[in-house]
């Protein structure tokens, strides 16, 4: 299984881009999708998660102006950006949780990571 990310670069200050990320690979199905990023010198942080569902949550940092979003069919998950900030400068992740079965059937759940795609915001 393997989680891409694509979308990222450089962009100014209340400007907008759209992150995707697509799951690939012998899956079952997909339960969770998150968003991380991680800004140079800081830990990794959860930005926004989505269910199997829908059912969203976000950061207090980014609420009102990220959307996150899925498309089950395409095991693709999005997220929105917009009104960016300097602040929001990071490379974000793309983690899932993934149940996927073996030759012989048995059934697994393992949460993968994506290898990051970089967005900076700058003037």
């Known amino acids: 299984v393997q989680l891409v990310e694509s979308g990222g670069g450089l962009v100014q200050p209340g400007g907008s881009l759209r992150l995707s990320c697509v799951a690939s690979g012998s899956i079952l199905s997909i339960g969770g999708m998150h968003w991380y990023r991680q800004a140079p010198g800081k830990e990794r942080e959860l930005v926004a998660s989505i269910g199997s569902g829908g059912t969203t949550n976000y950061a207090d940092s980014v609420k009102g102006r990220f959307t996150i979003s899925r498309d089950n069919a395409k095991n693709t998950v999005y997220l929105q950006m917009n009104s960016l900030k300097p602040d929001d400068t990071a490379t974000y992740y793309c983690?899932?949780?993934?149940?996927?079965?073996?030759?012989?059937?048995?059934?697994?759940?393992?949460?993968?990571w994506g290898k990051g795609t970089l967005v900076t915001v700058s003037s």
């Open positions: 983690n899932a949780d993934i149940f996927t079965s073996n030759d012989y059937g048995r059934v697994s759940l393992m949460n993968y």
